[in-house]
């Protein structure tokens, strides 16, 4: 799911990180003393990383003496080949929050020490807690759309209507981006009832527009496809939108017209050091490294405190704002982990028929 | 003796694995066939395995309309022009695919090069429609197969006796006669092994599918990375894998049976 993330020059980095590491273990006088002095953290990678590094893992290092190297490919499927390979090397990751589910359901996952974390501060919403996991950052899609529109689009029902926002419309073809809850919304379901999803009606009220749509496969098209005006609006990764809106394009963003979702935090069965690791993820929460990470990235805190210290004119930049705890929709992710295989199914036969 | 080693890393690399994946693809708790009957329930996965074939054979055929004369020319070129050609054959093969794949989207995109300057040109009033499509992927699989359908043709075409179009010409076949009644025919056996490699190899594509043919251009192969990273369903992915594995050997039997694969290999039987 690295849509969200910007992979400039994350190769790169990553080898140096890699080679960096590998020339400390080397050095490292006694390997026993050594073990937790680093966490292995796989992630996103790309420009993300880059933020990370300075909201969280520099000033971690500095307080802690714990060094923190990226590794990348933070997927299910690798961590599952290196449980099954008996070797485990990361300490951490982070991910979608299926991968706290199902991680823990295939009994990949360490339980996190709640002794050292302190939960208090999270924003109170029943999926941000569980034993396995701790949410990081709130994200999200959001509707994105042509400024040469005669009208401004102002919810989901506005993507629907062709004869009014004339134009294409781009969605993502993943099923779980959101597109059956925008076409849920679009028809009428009130927020608060939109799961478990009435699937079928869904789809009956995607096929309302469906020769208008044009399907992004890769996150470099869904930008090319808003700044070349080939769509007039969009469901697009809230990162995404806001880069094709900086690089001059004629589009706006709608933030409240929006999809939420979370990453999450996990430690993984048998890490070489989870205890460094739940130290990292207390350090993480903390108020003012919660506030530090939305400002050197467009994600939304998950410790609502840390807005006190975000400047106003920063808020339309950022998902979820403050009053997401009250109004804002969630992809709910139980729903999602439940049923990803089925509708993926049902959506690959509507796309072919 | 001398084949151990290669024996050994083999069994190792490849058929190893293989098996593992084949059992796994039997071993859910709720019964060995769970998985193949649920590849049979659920109407999209024959279709797009359906697709998978179909793409592939039309990449196949592609490959021999456009291959055929470039493999022909080379044949009988001069040996500078055929340094020339063999070099604008390679290069691309040689050139990563990512990049072949990121040039393509550049360049056929509705406002990408060739559209802009079809458009400026007045040629077209509407851009076409030639990527996130059928089209992107057959154009994008077809570039990147053409080598293994010009060189097979290749050999054939240099090992051919000569002298036989010319006893046509001389008894009295015009050259349209001669090449499609005589030099044809000679040049099936590299037509056939060009077919069936670029079909085969074509199967399991996933980066061009994936980055040019955008909704309606699924393979399998994407679907088989969707149950491995997505949905944590390996056994699923399997089955997918050894379903695509049996129809791969299914058609190179037949291939090798009633086209002599072997022959063109050098292998005699």
Redesign the interface.
């Known amino acids: 799911m690295s849509e969200f993330i910007n992979h400039g020059g994350q190769s790169r980095r990553a080898f140096l990180v890699g080679t960096a590491a590998a020339g400390a273990a080397l050095l490292a006088p006694a390997a026993a003393q050594a073990a937790n002095e680093r966490i292995v953290y796989a992630n996103w990678g790309g420009s993300w990383e880059k933020a990370m590094r300075r909201a969280w893992a520099d000033p971690f290092t500095k307080e802690s003496g714990i060094q923190v190297v990226s590794a990348s490919d933070n997927s299910l499927g690798r961590l599952q080949a290196m449980e099954q390979a008996g070797k485990v090397e990361w300490d951490l990751m982070e991910g979608l929050p299926e991968l706290a589910r199902v991680g823990a359901e295939k009994g990949l996952l360490e339980k996190l020490d709640f002794s050292i974390i302190n939960r208090d501060g999270i924003m109170k919403r029943p999926e941000f807690f569980n034993d396995y996991s701790i949410p990081e950052v709130i994200f999200g899609r959001v509707l994105i759309y042509d400024k040469r529109l005669p009208q401004k689009p102002t919810s989901w029902a506005s993507f629907w209507d062709i004869k009014t926002f004339p134009g294409k419309r781009a969605f993502y073809n993943k099923v779980e981006s959101g597109i059956l809850e925008a076409a849920l919304l679009a028809d009428g379901v009130p927020a608060d009832k939109l799961y478990p999803l009435d699937v079928d009606r869904a789809f009956k009220k995607l096929a309302q527009i469906r020769e208008h749509i044009i399907w992004y496969t890769t996150v470099t098209q869904s930008e090319q496809i808003m700044r070349e005006g080939q769509a007039t609006m969009g469901l697009l990764a809230d990162g995404r939108a806001l880069s094709v809106k900086s690089g001059g394009a004629p589009v706006e963003v709608a933030m409240d017209v929006s999809l939420l979702t979370w990453s999450v935090f996990v430690v993984p069965k048998g890490a070489p050091n989870k205890e460094a690791a739940m130290r990292f993820l207390a350090f993480v929460l903390d108020e003012h490294r919660q506030t530090a990470i939305a400002m050197a990235y467009n994600y939304g805190p998950v410790v609502p405190a840390a807005w006190k210290a975000i400047p106003k004119d920063r808020y339309n930049l950022i998902s979820g704002g403050p009053e997401a705890e009250k109004t804002a929709i969630f992809l709910n992710a139980d729903w999602w982990t439940a049923n990803l295989q089925p509708v993926t199914e049902k959506f690959q036969q509507w796309l072919l028929g | 003796m001398l084949l151990a080693p290669a024996l050994v890393l083999l069994a190792g690399l490849l058929v190893w694995p293989v098996a593992e994946l084949s059992l796994r693809s039997f071993a859910d708790p709720a019964g060995p066939l769970v998985f193949y009957e649920r590849l049979i329930s ?4 024959l ?2 395995l359906l ?1 998978t074939l179909m793409f592939s054979a039309g990449t196949a055929l592609l490959c021999l309309l456009l291959g055929y004369p470039v493999a022909y020319a080379l044949a009988n070129a001069g040996p500078i022009a055929r340094g020339v050609i063999l070099i604008a054959v390679m290069l691309p093969f040689w050139t990563n695919l990512l990049v072949r794949s990121y040039g393509w ?1 550049i360049f056929l ?3 990408g090069v060739l559209n802009e300057a079809l458009l400026w040109l007045g040629m077209i009033r509407q851009p076409l429609d030639l990527i ?1 499509n059928v089209q992107g992927v057959l154009i994008g699989m077809t570039q990147i197969m053409l080598p293994y359908m010009i060189l097979p043709l290749y050999a054939v075409m240099t090992r051919l006796d000569r002298r036989l179009p010319d006893a046509a010409r001389s008894l009295g076949a015009g050259p349209i006669a001669t090449f499609f009644k005589v030099y044809v025919p000679l040049t099936m056996p590299g037509a056939m092994a060009g077919l069936l490699l670029v079909f085969t190899i074509s199967l399991g594509f996933f980066v061009i599918p ?2 040019l ?4 251009g ?1 393979m399998i192969a994407q ?1 088989i990375e ?1 149950n ?7 056994g ?1 992915a399997s089955a997918l894998s050894v379903t695509l594995l049996a129809t791969t050997l299914a058609i190179f039997w037949i291939g090798d049976r009633w086209f002599n694969l072997g022959a063109i290999w050098g292998i005699e039987r």
Not at chain 2, 42 to 45: E, L
Not at chain 2, 213 to 216: D, E, S, V, Y
């Open positions: 659920v109407p999209s996965y279709q797009i697709r989207i995109s509705p406002r996130y994936a980055l043919g955008g909704a309606k699924l679907l969707f491995i990273n997505s949905s944590l369903n390996w699923m």
